[in-house]
């Protein structure tokens, strides 16, 4: 078994203030309380026995099956301020049997990030997903600040690669400029949009240098791109701007765009990320694009228009 070191921290501000971090540490505590005791222990494959008095799991058997110290485990659920890190709530989150909402909840109490996040992404709302099909033929996605795609429209999906045709753990922008042939094809001055996508992403990975998912991101292109580790090395940093570009589409020629983001949360979170035309024969080969992608997507026609929600990769999460 595993024993937490706890760090404790003296309480801070006026004597009888409540801050916070003592609300949400009190709510947690409430919440894996809650949880514990409306778990049998033949659910998560322990013997009853005949003297037990306490309704559902025992502290102990918590800790032994998230193989975390009984001390520790019992500061948290008395509300003490200790750290508590990523893989020891995901160990707790699978202990407890939370379904994916409690999951969620448990990391937000607890003022973490996610390792494992499911796969359906709430925050994509129907409302969200409309208003991506009514942009058509604009192609527009929705990203988080690592660079997943979340969602996308019919036209995005054709703008630089089949993007329904790549796995779902890949779609990246990040990692398919660096690794994806037809993505590459499809980008006019690859060797300076890589380098500026490399550069933006090393300005957004130092508010999370600690987070598990992007940590994941980053292992996954310096294991699979030399030119990134060869880009990444030179520690350019630069903001979040979004110039005009061009683009080479496989099926209607060059493309001139400007790329622009509309922010659904904080700078540094999700946005919807769109290419409007810069000239009327960008448009006309927009419009081209947008029904040829009517024409060749899944479901097409009877599903015509309808914008994709991506299947996150497993570190994808809507809010960083």
Known sequence: MTTMAADIRPAT???GETSASDVRRHELAAFLRSRRERI?????????GRRRRTPGLRRE???QLSAVGVTWYTWLEQARDIQVSAQV??????????????????????????PAPGTDCATVTPALRAVLEQLAPIPACVQNSRYDILAYNRTYARLLCDLDAVPPEDRN???????????RASTVD?????????AKFRASTARHLAEPAWKALLHRLETRSPEFREVWERHEVIDQRGPTKYIRNAHVGLLHV?????WLGPASGPRLVSYPPVDAGTRAGLERLHRIALDTGPGAPSDAGAARTATRPAYATMEQ
Not at 89 to 114: I, M, N
């Open 13 to 15: 501000g006026e004597p």
């Open 190 to 198: 690859l060797p300076e949009a890589t380098r500026m996508m490399a």
């Open 173 to 183: 922008c990040l990692l398919l400029a660096f690794t994806h042939d037809d993505w």
């Open 258 to 262: 400007e790329q622009t983001s509309l």
């Open 40 to 48: 049998t222990p033949e659910q998560v494959g322990l013997v009853r």
């Open 61 to 63: 058997e918590v800790a």
């Open 89 to 114: 709530l995901d160990a707790l989150a699978r202990a407890l049997l939370l379904d994916p909402s409690e999951r969620a909840h448990l990391f937000v109490l607890a003022a973490a990030p996610d």
